[in-house]
């Protein structure tokens, strides 16, 4: 489908013609939220330079999310194209404009993989969720992911999943859900506290034998249902020191198991996730206060590839292991009135290898890459200004044993690299705020861009699937600026629009090599450049009824390339019109009825000009209807149901992927 850029012009005209038909009265709590992202202490929203939005964990439920993937909850805010390829595969999606490797996504102030964890981690250990827009590369380093699309920058937005911390009561929340392709699933949550110690614990498992998600053509060719089994279990505690919740440790600890097939006989896979974070907060004399973070992230994947189209028997088990430990340890010191200078390092460490079975076992690539950053940012109000000026002194290093199995020819890599960030905010009144920031980013190819999974010599190959390498690969510097406003003319009633310019030198981008979507290829698009603009309306004209509405317009390409195929190419992955629009109801009798729609127009999946791998758009509808039971002792029992997809949509997406269409998923949840 093709989306007008009318639509822009129409939502705009509505929000302007509702604001200016409302009086000036007092603003809502939206204006007051308390946030941690933009300064990593909790402060309130009008006195961070970034655009934050926030998403509460009671929003979730309302949020049909079918494929299970984080990305889906985020896909309804402004700027968010989330391509989640299936319930086994990653999100594909972009942000702001750029591919969504240019989102940092973080745990509790921790970085976390774009396409792995999105897909391990379960939203019912979230408090919220955290969404800052425009570039955070001061206080928040770049990911070294080595697997999917490589390392991941926050330039053009940051997600912050923050966990549960303290217990106000306990309490248990159990569900049992069914659904189409014999989808069967259950959920269980208990949380506690037990003097200064407060934990949580939680389960989910689910059991499908799901359907064909390939498009005509596509390298997946399912000749069966691709089933699959998904165990996740998780654990939180919080202990308060001397009963004081800003002098505290708490731990988490995560793991999946996803196990199941692609829909033939040896195309089996076995996934092992792990995350474990920590987090010490200590307050220090003279308004100064400490925070230490250390995690660890473990992926452990294994996959059958077969002789298909030739055969379908069994050539080789393959599997890629990544561990990934992340450190950051930062030092807040208010001073002044209300202004806050934060000093930080953080550190990274990560090992990367790949293999395959065939005869015997056939090492692939071996690699451990390293960060090591400090940075220190000045946080300042002036009457109704709020100024922000941040800097950060990177050194990232590569040390390769292995590509494709030998020795390389170059054996190490490193880099040094100063980022700097500003930011300002005009708080006119408690209704209306302008911001304007702007900020700098670094990322250096991953091992998986430039070693690749499969051969150079195996290009254009039917059969052979996988990613070849690239090792020519330079790094690329980025650059990010945005500025917007927020009206909050009356209770109830929100208003937005950001605009946001973002250019990038030799960016490195991941094009479609095979028409059937089999094997990609990493490699430097040149200069480009992205424009774009964001506008939402959030309204609640009644105490039981609730809508938003959402526009982004992106103008996204290559502005110089020697090579003329690229150059004045689109970037792929980007759509240039995205629209959200929903509604929330409250009916008599505990009944909430909520409906969304999302539309996309189409995207590219090549930097070419000749051959850009066009998609077409597509829209997406889904609605929840639920009954809830309560009583006087705080019991409480839902009964829902969730269509997916109610137009039965069957659009393609990227990698040779396709939406299976209409499915429907039901079920109960009981919380005491």
């Not at 430990?325 to 010191?333: A, C, E, R």
């Not at 992106?554 to 390339?561: F, L």
């Not at 009798?589 to 969304?596: D, I, K």
């Not at 829902?640 to 992927?657: C, I, K, S, V």
Request: overall charge negative.
């Amino acid at each position: 489908m093709r989306i007008s850029i009318t639509m822009a012009a129409a939502l705009w005209g509505a929000l302007v013609g509702t604001a200016a038909a409302a009086d000036e009265v007092a603003p809502t709590v939206q204006m007051e939220e308390v946030v941690v992202t933009g300064s990593k202490l909790p402060v309130t929203a009008g006195n961070v330079t970034q655009k934050i939005d926030i998403l509460r964990a009671t929003d979730f439920d309302a949020l049909v999310n079918t494929n299970g993937n984080l990305a889906g909850l985020l896909s309804y805010t402004p700027g968010n194209y989330a391509s989640v390829l299936s319930r086994n595969d990653a999100n594909w999606g972009s942000a702001s404009g750029m591919a969504h490797t240019y989102k940092g996504y973080l745990l509790d102030g921790l970085p976390i993989d774009a396409f792995i964890d999105l897909q391990s981690l379960d939203p019912w250990a979230f408090a919220r969720i955290e969404e800052q827009r425009g570039a955070a590369a001061v206080l928040y380093p770049t990911y070294l992911a080595m697997d999917f699309a490589g390392n991941q920058s926050p330039l053009a937005g940051t997600a912050n999943f923050v966990l549960r911390q303290q217990v106000d009561q306990p309490r248990t929340r159990a569900a049992t859900y069914c659904g189409s392709y014999n989808t069967v699933g259950t959920r269980f949550y208990r949380q506690q506290a037990a003097g200064n110690f407060h934990w949580f614990a939680g389960g989910h498992y689910e059991d499908s034998d799901y359907t064909n998600y390939g498009s005509p053509g596509s390298w997946l060719q399912m000749i069966d249902n691709p089933g699959y089994q998904k165990t996740k279990v998780y654990a939180h505690g919080t202990y308060l020191m001397d009963g004081r919740s800003d002098h505290r440790l708490s731990v988490y600890a995560h793991r999946t198991w996803h196990r199941g097939d692609a829909g033939r006989p040896y195309r089996g896979f076995d996934n092992t996730y792990t995350t474990l974070n920590s987090h010490y907060l200590r307050p220090l004399a003279h308004g100064a206060m400490a925070q230490f973070r250390v995690g660890y992230r473990g992926y452990d994947r294994s996959w059958e590839e077969d002789n298909y189209p030739v055969s379908i028997l069994l050539r080789s088990r393959n599997g890629a292991r990544q561990e990934i430990v992340p450190t950051d340890l930062s030092l807040s010191i208010a001073h002044g009135s209300n202004d806050v200078l934060t000093l930080g390092t953080d550190y990274q460490v990560a090992w990367y290898e790949t293999y395959d079975y065939t005869d015997q076992y056939h090492p692939g690539n071996d690699a451990r890459a390293m960060h090591v950053g400090a940075y220190a940012q000045e946080e300042q109000t002036w009457r109704d200004w709020v100024f922000r000026l941040g800097g950060r002194a990177n050194h990232i290093r590569h040390d390769i044993d292995r590509l494709q199995g030998a020795a390389p020819g170059d054996d190490q890599a490193s880099w040094n690299k100063a980022l700097v960030s500003a930011g300002a905010r005009w708080n006119r009144h408690r209704q209306l705020s302008v911001f304007a920031n702007v900020g700098t980013s670094f990322r250096a190819p991953s091992l998986k861009s430039v070693g690749g999974t499969i051969p150079l010599a195996d290009r254009g190959k039917d059969g052979i699937n996988g990613q070849l390498p690239n090792p020519d690969l330079k790094p690329e510097s980025g650059l990010s600026l945005d500025a917007g406003a927020e009206y909050q003319p009356q209770p109830g009633l929100y208003l937005g629009a950001r605009g946001f310019l973002l250019r990038i030198t030799d960016q490195i981008s991941t094009a479609v090599v095979t028409a059937s979507g089999s094997q990609s290829q990493d490699i430097n698009a040149g200069e480009t450049r992205t424009l774009g603009l964001e506008l939402e309306v959030r309204h609640e004209p009644l105490s039981w009824a609730r809508w938003q509405a959402n526009y982004t317009l992106t103008q996204a390409e290559v502005t110089s390339n020697p090579d003329p195929d690229r150059d004045g190419a689109h970037l792929s992955f980007v759509p240039r019109h995205v629209a959200n629009l929903g509604g929330q109801l409250d009916l008599p009798g505990q009944v909430g009825l909520s409906a969304h729609l999302q539309a996309c127009s189409g995207i590219r999946q090549n930097v070419s000009r000749a051959n850009p791998g066009r998609l077409d758009g597509w829209s997406l509808v889904t609605a929840r209807l639920e009954k809830n039971f309560a009583d006087r002792d705080g019991r409480q029992v839902q009964v829902y149901l969730e269509p997916y997809n109610l137009t039965d949509n069957h659009f393609d997406m990227a990698w040779g992927f396709r939406d299976p269409g209409l499915s429907t998923t039901g079920g109960i949840s009981v919380s005491f």
